[in-house]
């Protein structure tokens, strides 16, 4: 989200004639001839490479509303795959994989319509890869060490906010493109090494009767202490005696509505992330709606 701040910004300026020209005087009015962009490179932005800068507020938020768009959509189209036909550690690639190959297509995008579909394209692939990474690291866990998992992804989150601008200083010289290019690659990166390296969800493969390979996956990231020579042959059993069920994408759905407990858990959760959605707009979202403004 962070990256059209300086990929969408609305670059400085100066004039060229004096005459006609003055640090008051407004851009849409004069003649290209009677002002400059402040910056070295004339494609720094997507305001300067296809001459937004006179564009309706329309115009140049429609980015960040796609990308926006994008992150509603995709919630509700991905957010049951991770614990149906998908799993978490397959929803997690191709979220990462969705978003990886959309930031990396933005840097080819011809025109601004071009441009806010990959943007749209990017935010729905984005949306699932917070929850499913933070569900794979607090199974491999366990229950004690939940709450530092979780913080650590967190913190992570918060290194990735600080990198960025160091990233956008280094290639400050350079096309908005390359920022695209160069933040994709190492995503690229991760998704290859997430696919190879990340454990499937034991849950997941123990809810759909995957129970084998769910107790191959216990024994790699569990200890002898804690996967006894007891449990795994009671799961093994378990299994044979079982019968394959259909997979519906909505069961988990069903089973969040029909338990009171799980309902009320629910809702006592959403309550700090209705905070954190009014927080996210009044600092993020307005500030950034109100320089498109400007």
Request: hydrophobic residues 45%.
């Amino acid at each position: 989200m962070l990256i059209i701040v300086f990929t969408d910004a609305q670059p400085s300026w100066h004039c060229t004639n004096a005459t006609i020209c003055n640090h008051n005087s407004n851009i849409c009015s004069l003649p290209k001839s009677a002002w400059a962009w402040d910056d070295e490179c004339p494609h720094h932005t997507i305001i300067s490479e296809w001459g937004l800068e006179c564009s309706s507020a329309f115009i140049t938020g429609l980015p960040a509303t796609s990308y926006s768009a994008g992150c509603v959509l995709g919630g509700f189209a991905l957010a049951t795959l991770g614990d149906s036909s998908l799993s978490r550690k397959n929803l997690l690639f191709l979220s990462s994989l969705v978003m990886c190959i959309a930031a990396l297509c933005s840097a080819f995008s011809t025109n601004v319509g071009m441009y806010s579909a990959f943007r749209f394209l990017y935010g729905a692939g984005r949306v699932s890869i917070t929850t499913s990474t933070m569900v794979l690291l607090i199974e491999r866990v366990g229950r004690r060490r939940c709450s530092q998992m979780g913080q650590l992804l967190f913190d992570f989150f918060t290194a990735r906010m600080l990198f960025l601008p160091a990233i956008a200083y280094a290639g400050r010289g350079s096309s908005w493109r390359m920022l695209y290019i160069w933040t994709s690659s190492s995503g690229l990166l991760y998704s290859i090494i997430a696919y190879f390296f990340v454990c499937e969800s034991p849950i997941w493969l123990f809810l759909q009767r995957h129970i084998l390979d769910a107790m191959a996956v216990l024994k790699r990231i569990g200890s002898a202490n804690l996967i006894g020579s007891s449990s795994l042959p009671n799961m093994q059993n378990w299994h044979e005696n079982q019968v394959q069920s259909k997979t519906n994408p909505f069961s988990s759905l069903k089973i969040l509505f029909r338990k009171r407990w799980a309902v009320q858990r629910l809702l006592a959760v959403m309550v700090p992330g209705v905070k954190r959605l009014a927080n996210h707009t009044v600092f993020v979202d307005l500030p950034l709606l109100g320089a498109k403004m400007q």
